[in-house]
């Protein structure tokens, strides 16, 4: 049971990662599929001279704006989730009726976990609440959440580059927008491949999954003009 509290740890173990595989994985996708969906869009309405640049930076713009925006959103749902798990701590312990308190925090539990776990181990848990002779009055942020924010926007400007730099560097645009395909592919076979081998799924079949949406995606954007 996750709670604001604070128990003491070894100094091994104090310094987690702020964002995990999943957050990672799936924060450079969206940037991936992000850029990929505006380049198909700009291109089937924007013609002329500089066009390549004009894409890059487009598709730029876009991330970033998407970038910020996500890593706003992660500060709400972490401030969010922070609060509940707080009034959770708080409803615990203020409870008089032991067997009302255990109910709260069976309910807390995920549903795949909650047949496991005994009333008695909650007790525990519930026993060790009642005796924290400090809680916080209300949820707050912490620098790690600020980090984690960062590596969010970061992220998805990053994934702009695999698909709008051909753009940039490439003249002719056909060929530009084949590497920026290819491009895109070897990144979600990679990001795909990372999340199989965190989730225990299978590395190479969780990296040819993803692939294999690029590839829907990207006849979608073919077939709708891009």
Not at 17 to 41: I, P
Not at 175 to 182: D, G
Request: proline share 3%; net charge positive; aromatic share 8%.
């Amino acid at each position: 049971m996750n709670t604001t509290m604070q128990a003491p740890q070894d100094k091994s173990d104090m310094r987690r990662q702020v964002l995990n595989t999943v957050d990672r994985v799936c924060e450079l996708c969206f940037g991936l599929f992000m850029a990929l969906t505006f380049v198909g869009a700009v291109k089937a309405v924007t013609a002329g001279a500089d066009e390549g640049n004009k894409m890059f930076f487009t598709a730029l713009g876009c991330n970033l704006a998407w970038g910020l925006a996500d890593a706003v959103m992660y500060l709400v749902r972490t401030l969010a989730d922070r609060g509940q798990r707080l009034k959770l701590v708080q409803t615990v312990r203020q409870e008089q009726d032991q067997a009302v308190a255990v109910r709260a925090l069976r309910e807390a539990l995920p549903d795949k976990l909650e047949p496991l776990v005994e009333d008695a181990d909650l007790e525990r848990i519930r026993a060790r609440l009642a005796t924290v002779p400090t809680l916080q009055p209300r949820a707050k942020y912490v620098f790690d959440d600020f980090v984690g924010a960062l590596g969010i926007f970061l992220l998805v400007v990053l994934g702009t580059f695999p698909v709008a730099l051909p753009f940039l560097v490439i003249q002719d645009l056909r060929t530009a927008l084949i590497a920026s395909r290819v491009l895109t592919l070897v990144m979600l076979f990679i990001a795909g491949y990372a999340l199989g081998r965190y989730s225990g799924g299978g590395a190479m079949k969780a990296g040819l999954t993803m692939v294999a949406l690029g590839v829907l995606l990207t006849m979608a954007i073919i077939a709708l003009g891009g």
